[in-house]
């Protein structure tokens, strides 16, 4: 059963929450004000109440509280588990729109379904220059937590379109998805195990010819692909090619 609230998702299952600072040899933690707030003043939560946390790096443990105190409540961990990132690595290089909320849902959703990294990048018609990374962050860290994962994707921004291409030449496949007609692009498969993935997304109005004939350069090596029959929003794009990726 799913709630629209981003933290509390059933209430059959223990609260779960996002601690950057916890960490595995840790017998005891203080939570932070706002998971303490959100125990004590929105769940009215008691010492003994038991709630799961996680680093967004693998580790999840469940705990016991100790302090219940609105602003640093105290828990004793009682079980923790180092769940291994086994699936694919998928990184999600995207052109932030101009309207932010349509690209935050986007990316609110590829949270969701998994994908490891996303870049919020910049290219030549990019016509966002800034972007807010800590409200971005948080939109994923609730995402994370509405589907009880571990795993929190790594964010970048803004990155630009030239860096995105450098730092990513040993990745297994590379593709770039635009909007030009080319009979020899492909269409993606989900990702295997052990395969690391990177995709970028062009901005409203498409990437530039140079950047195409960039990153399709014998240096780079992205290959085009193709993401169906009609031409699609960038948010959407940014969907599509992580659910064909993922799922």
Known sequence: ??????????????????????????????????????????LRMQIGDEIQLTDGHGLLTTASITLAHKKHSQVRILDRTQQQATHSQVTIAIAPT????????????LTEIGVSEIILMKTERTERTVVKLERVEQILISAMLQSRQVYLPRLKGLVAFETVLADYQGFSHKWIAHCLDQDSKKSLSPAQKKESHIILIGPEGDFSSREIDLAMAPENQFEPVTLGNTRLRTETAGLVAGVLLKI
């Open 98 to 109: 101009k309207n932010m909320g349509r690209i935050e849902w986007a990316l609110e959703k």
């Open 1 to 42: 059963m799913l709630t629209n609230n981003p933290i509390i998702l059933s209430v059959q299952q223990r609260p779960y929450f996002y601690e950057a600072d916890l960490n595995a040899q840790c017998s005891s933690f203080t939570l932070s004000e706002t998971t303490s707030k959100h125990c004590v003043q929105v």
